[in-house]
Structure formats: structure tokens, C-alpha cells
């Protein structure tokens, strides 16, 4: 039961690195970002519960959520307030604290944290070039709790991050 397990949550990585590789490479909206998003961390909070990874799967959650409310932001006065991405980076602090196995949930909250302030932004380019970090983190997570896939994954969503702000310095031509 255990290997199906693992085989089912190395296929929800596959799909979830599927869908940011591929807005990852090419110029998109803030809003499909938001919208892909959701999407790619329900699929890791799968990976990552199937794993036993809890910090990565409570994280997974509440970044779906974030990136949801952030999706209102300019839209709905409450919602655009500074209050509401520092509500989530404590969120992101208390989820990994409660699901605490040890030194690496350091590095999902660190890097929602870091996602956070990316989500927060505006401009694409400005996202992506946070994302390099968010990725390298979890990067690190990734290969701690056995996710193949996720480590390779986010390997080339950081290479694929760093390709795409070196090539579009600041060039912020689609928001």
C-alpha cells in the first residue's frame, strides 16, 4: 500500500510541475499566475499528505487559499489591505510550527512566507524573480521528504525563473 501511495503522489507532482513549467516559460497574466496556482498546491497538498510531509501539505492548503484571496486584491477594499498577506505569513508560521517534524519545515514556511510577498506584487516579472528563491527552498524540501518528481520539478522551475527575469529585465509587458 505504501509503494501505491508513493507511485500516486510522484503522478500529482507530475502534474503540478506540468502546470507551472508551463506558465512558467512564458509571458502570462497575474491572474492566470493566481489561477494556476490554486490548482498547483491543491495538488501538492496530495503529494505532500501521501508523503507524510505535513508542513508542505498544511502549507500546500493554505497557499491555495492565499493565492485565492490574493486573486480579490484591487477588487475588494478589505482584501487589498496589508493586513491580509501578513495574516497568511503567520498562518504559513503557526501551520508549520503545528506540523513541526524537525529543521526542514523551516523551509516550507520560509519559503510561503517568501511566496507571500511574491503573490502580494503585481508585476510578473517581480513574482517570478521571487519564485527563484521560493523555489530553491523547496527544492531542499522536496529532496528531504522523498518527492523525485517535486525535486526535479522545482529544479527547473527555478532554472526556467532565472532563464525568463535574466531575459526580460524588468520588462513587465503583461499585468
Given at each position: 500500500?505504501?509503494?501505491?501511495?508513493?507511485?500516486?503522489?510522484?503522478?500529482?507532482?507530475?502534474?503540478?510541475?506540468?502546470?507551472?513549467?508551463?506558465?512558467?516559460?512564458?509571458?502570462v497574466s497575474r491572474r492566470?499566475?493566481?489561477?494556476?496556482?490554486?490548482?498547483?498546491?491543491?495538488?501538492?497538498?496530495?503529494?505532500?499528505?501521501?508523503?507524510?510531509?505535513?508542513?508542505?501539505?498544511?502549507?500546500?492548503?493554505?497557499?491555495?487559499?492565499?493565492?485565492?484571496?490574493?486573486?480579490?486584491?484591487?477588487?475588494?477594499?478589505?482584501?487589498?489591505?496589508?493586513?491580509?498577506?501578513?495574516?497568511?505569513?503567520?498562518?504559513?508560521?503557526?501551520?508549520?510550527?503545528?506540523?513541526?517534524?524537525?529543521?526542514?519545515?523551516?523551509?516550507?514556511?520560509?519559503?510561503?512566507?517568501?511566496?507571500?510577498?511574491?503573490?502580494?506584487?503585481?508585476?510578473?516579472?517581480?513574482?517570478?524573480?521571487?519564485?527563484?528563491?521560493?523555489?530553491?527552498?523547496?527544492?531542499?524540501?522536496?529532496?528531504?521528504?522523498?518527492?523525485?518528481?517535486?525535486?526535479?520539478?522545482?529544479?527547473l522551475s527555478l532554472i526556467?525563473?532565472?532563464?525568463?527575469?535574466?531575459?526580460?529585465?524588468?520588462?513587465?509587458?503583461?499585468?
Amino acid at each position: 500500500m505504501e509503494q501505491i501511495s508513493f507511485i500516486f503522489s510522484q503522478l500529482l507532482a507530475v502534474a503540478a510541475i506540468s502546470l507551472l513549467l508551463w506558465y512558467t516559460i512564458r509571458p502570462v497574466s497575474r491572474r492566470a499566475i493566481m489561477s494556476f496556482n490554486i490548482v498547483i498546491n491543491l495538488l501538492w497538498a496530495g503529494h505532500y499528505m501521501l508523503l507524510k510531509a505535513y508542513s508542505g501539505a498544511v502549507c500546500s492548503v493554505f497557499c491555495a487559499l492565499m493565492v485565492w484571496v490574493f486573486s480579490y486584491k484591487g477588487k475588494r477594499p478589505f482584501l487589498s489591505k496589508l493586513a491580509v498577506p501578513l495574516f497568511f505569513a503567520i498562518m504559513f508560521l503557526a501551520g508549520g510550527l503545528l506540523t513541526w517534524q524537525g529543521i526542514g519545515s523551516l523551509l516550507p514556511i520560509m519559503g510561503n512566507i517568501l511566496l507571500v510577498i511574491a503573490m502580494w506584487r503585481d508585476r510578473e516579472w517581480t513574482i517570478k524573480a521571487i519564485c527563484i528563491l521560493v523555489a530553491a527552498l523547496w527544492v531542499v524540501y522536496n529532496w528531504m521528504n522523498r518527492s523525485l518528481i517535486g525535486g526535479i520539478g522545482q529544479t527547473l522551475s527555478l532554472i526556467a525563473n532565472l532563464v525568463y527575469v535574466a531575459t526580460h529585465h524588468r520588462q513587465d509587458t503583461i499585468d
